[in-house]
């Protein structure tokens, strides 16, 4: 079992930045992977980037693109979200996930990912 704990939401004007992080209670390997999705009320839970482990793969929703970026530190088993000109359609409650995975993976369905994180707000104001 991974307990993945998230940090780093809050309120901030549109065209500010935010960083989160989801940190691992395991260590992680190679074959792992993780992903942040956004609900925002009323709406269903959408991807917003993921990245295998290993590093060699990173993948990000289209909304979300020359934005955000999705990046770990393996010592730390922490990965995090940095997000750069925030809209105000960027408002949500973000989530990070973690699966093990093989050769092929979904990474912007929700149901490859068995470990979530509580949660976190960003409110982007305009």
């Known amino acids: 079992q991974v307990q993945l704990v998230e940090s780093g939401g809050g309120l901030v004007q549109a065209g500010g930045s935010l960083r989160l992080s989801c940190a691992a209670s395991r260590r992680t390997f190679s074959n792992y992977a993780m992903g942040w999705f956004r609900q925002a009320p009323g709406e269903e839970r959408a991807f917003v980037a993921a990245?295998?482990?290993?590093?060699?793969?990173?993948y990000y929703a289209d909304s979300v693109k020359g934005r955000f970026t999705i990046f770990r530190d393996s010592a730390k088993d922490t990965v995090y979200l940095q997000m750069n000109s925030l809209k105000p359609e960027d408002t949500a409650v973000y989530y990070c996930?973690?699966?093990?995975?093989?050769?092929?993976?979904?990474?912007?369905?929700?149901?490859?990912?068995?470990?979530w994180g509580q949660g976190t707000q960003v409110t982007v104001s305009s």
């Open positions: 990245l295998r482990w290993s590093g060699a793969n990173v």
């Open positions: 996930a973690g699966c093990y995975v093989g050769r092929t993976w979904d990474f912007a369905n929700s149901n490859e990912y068995d470990y």
